[in-house]
């Protein structure tokens, strides 16, 4: 049918063409993001005392990334303040891809957002955690510090490491929980484990074991949290 | 061939690429939104503000491509503008500063909040093949000194600072740290895990 030789190579230009044109210069040629719809499960505590630190081992976890582009599962023990503006900081274990490579790593995170309002968070690439295994976590307020937490982990040979002293700028909150979050809804987390769940009260240095009383999970998936176990333990899943 | 029927080949041509092009589009966002699949070790400074756009946008949404602002390597001068300390970081790894102009709408459902930036900046490490830290501005003020705009003004405070005499007291005592280790690079190895017990 084409009989002229150059014919193929405008039909071929033409569909190269029509790419560049669609690419850069149509409404699709955008970066449209649809930014992240978190999924969660998290059992908590609502204090009406003023919380000064929260502790739990928590597992890490151990599903790996199916979406491109997916990234931040992590598993989080946290200490929060439920008013018009909340103020909070939690830490935990973050799951993630290095560019360039295709085997997740885990390593020690943190995440706030202070009394400006902006958000934060910081990821310790010293250590690396087994998926599905055990570390303790603890956050408390550091004191002398003018307002800032320290958020730390324990591994089993007893070794801490000071995570990150965030500068929150607020001296007691009003919520503990434990659970786990991803960034995507499509970012399911499967099982977490939570034990030994702690508080620590304002001008106190007891820790009180708490099992948790309301939970909170994203309406639009599957879900389930186990009742509260004699180690002040659950295990969520989603 | 008569030239009118070449003309509409090429024009049925263009359709059919525009068709395919914006069928393709929205996977080649998931690919460009979250991470990298390339190694950022050698990339240019260009690239990894292209890079921290795909970060934003897997922690925020926005519906306009935000503006990279600097994309530069981390100085030592630059930490406590990010919340940083020294140890933070390693610093026998190449690390990047990236600050993203735009409108950043961010939701976190555990915490029941929403807000809006339109300054976020990242901290890269190449070798690591992540974001490390990430700040956000709502006025830009926290990175005035990164971006050498005396002119953008504070955030405003929505939680009202407590000063030292509205700090509850008693002012507690922090424990003591029990071996605690400095924060080092690492290393391939993973941590041994540690047995929930009540101690």
């Not at chain 2, 990175?143 to 005396?150: A, E, G, Y």
Request: charged content about 15%.
């Amino acid at each position: 049918m084409i009989k002229n030789p150059h014919k193929s190579l405008i039909l071929f230009f033409s569909v190269l063409i029509g790419f560049s044109l669609a690419l850069t210069f149509g409404p699709l040629g955008k970066v449209f993001a649809v930014g992240p719809n978190n999924a969660y499960v998290v059992g908590a505590l609502r204090q009406v005392n003023s919380v000064r630190g929260s502790k739990a081992y928590l597992t890490t976890p151990d599903v790996i990334a199916q979406i491109v582009g997916l990234e931040n599962y992590y598993s989080l023990t946290y200490a929060g303040t439920y008013i018009s503006n909340p103020l909070w900081v939690e830490t935990g274990a973050r799951e993630y891809i290095p560019s360039g490579q295709s085997t997740p790593v885990y390593k020690p995170r943190t995440g706030w957002r202070d009394a400006s309002g902006n958000v934060g968070s910081y990821t310790y690439t010293g250590w690396n955690l087994y998926p599905g295994g055990w570390y303790y976590y603890e956050l408390h307020y550091k004191a002398n510090s003018g307002g800032n937490w320290r958020t730390k982990i324990i591994d089993g040979a007893g070794n801490t490491v000071i995570i990150k002293d965030v500068p929150l700028t607020l001296s007691a909150l009003h919520e503990v929980g434990s659970g786990g979050e991803s960034t995507d809804i499509v970012g399911l987390i499967g099982d977490i484990s939570t034990s030994y769940n702690g508080w620590q009260q304002w001008g106190t240095t007891y820790w009180y074991y708490y099992c948790y009383t309301t939970s909170y999970h994203n309406p639009s998936i599957p879900w389930s949290i186990t009742p509260c176990g004699g180690s002040y333990d659950w295990t969520i899943h989603f | 061939m008569s030239r009118t029927k070449i003309l509409i080949g090429i024009f049925v041509t263009l359709i059919i690429g525009i068709a395919l092009a914006a069928y393709l589009r929205p996977q080649l966002v998931k690919a460009e939104c979250g991470r990298s699949n390339r190694s950022m070790v050698n990339v240019s400074s260009a690239e990894m503000g292209t890079i921290a756009i795909g970060m934003a946008c897997r922690d925020f949404a926005f519906t306009a491509d935000p503006n990279v602002i600097l994309s530069r390597t981390l100085l030592p001068s630059d930490l406590p503008s990010l919340y940083l300390d020294a140890e933070d970081i390693c610093s026998g790894h190449k690390l990047d500063l990236v600050i993203l102009k735009g409108a950043f709408h961010y939701t976190n459902a555990v915490h029941a909040t929403e807000s809006d930036y339109s300054y976020v900046a990242y901290v890269i490490d190449r070798e690591e093949g992540i974001d490390i830290m990430m700040a956000t501005s709502k006025n830009g003020g926290p990175f005035r000194k990164l971006l050498n705009d005396p002119s953008l003004p504070d955030d405003p405070i929505i939680v009202p600072k407590q000063s030292v005499t509205k700090v509850l007291s008693p002012e507690p005592t922090d424990p003591p740290e029990i071996n605690e280790i400095p924060k080092s690079c690492g290393d391939a190895s993973i941590r041994p895990t540690r047995a929930p017990n009540k101690k």
